[in-house]
């Protein structure tokens, strides 16, 4: 953005033919100054309007909203913190479907589902793009129990690969050797969800 403002004002006086421009000339000092500090502001509010939604925020826009809440979320990339917050004040006192919570608990940092259980106030919530435990588990339990209504009992579910299937897949202990697993890797190693 370097002198924009100062090209811009030299060409907008120029046909006046008021001012010199030459070298060390007040009049182009004068505008160089007025050019800069133009520059500076357009600069600065470029930032603030960058900041100021949450789709497009970066870095304060984003920290002052998380400071809204009592917990932040366990989102590591830019994107993923915008999407939980914008699943954060989602929020409302009637958000209780499961379709509402499960809008809402996305808020944790990462997709998260929940779904009712046959018992009466108790909701399952799980994480399907994520098989086993996700990183930051304990942290997103705490933001997902703050969101959740307290009278809800919540189960937490950590998807991993059945026997079942693996014989569906026809798996075998060779291809699994292959494809040098470790035990951990091997449970996480579930098919994409339906």
């Known amino acids: 953005m370097a002198e924009q403002y100062e090209t811009y004002l030299k060409n907008l006086l120029e046909p006046l033919a008021l001012y010199s421009f030459a070298e060390g000339a007040v009049s182009t000092c ?3 100054a007025l050019g800069s500090g133009l520059d500076a502001l357009a600069e600065r509010l470029a930032c603030v ?35 939980a917050i914008a699943s954060l004040f989602q929020i409302s006192g009637d958000s209780l479907t499961p379709e509402d919570i499960g809008r809402t608990i996305s808020g944790c940092g990462i997709r998260a589902k929940a779904r009712e ?9 799980y994480f399907p793009d994520v098989a086993g435990e996700p990183e930051g588990a304990e942290q997103i339990e705490k933001i997902i129990r703050d969101i959740i209504p307290c009278h809800l009992e919540v189960e937490f579910y950590f998807r991993y690969l059945t026997w079942t299937e ?4 026809q798996m075998t202990w060779a291809g699994v050797e292959a494809q040098e697993h470790t ?9 994409p969800e339906e």
């Open 30 to 32: 004068a505008l160089h």
């Open 49 to 83: 309007e960058r900041e100021a939604a949450v789709a497009t925020a970066e870095d304060q826009g984003l920290s002052r909203r998380e400071a809204l809440f009592a917990r932040r979320p366990a989102a590591p990339t830019t994107a993923l913190r915008r999407r």
């Open 117 to 125: 259980m046959e018992t009466a106030g108790k909701i399952q919530v």
């Open 166 to 169: 693996c014989e569906k897949a």
């Open 183 to 191: 035990w951990k890797t091997f449970q996480a190693a579930v098919p």
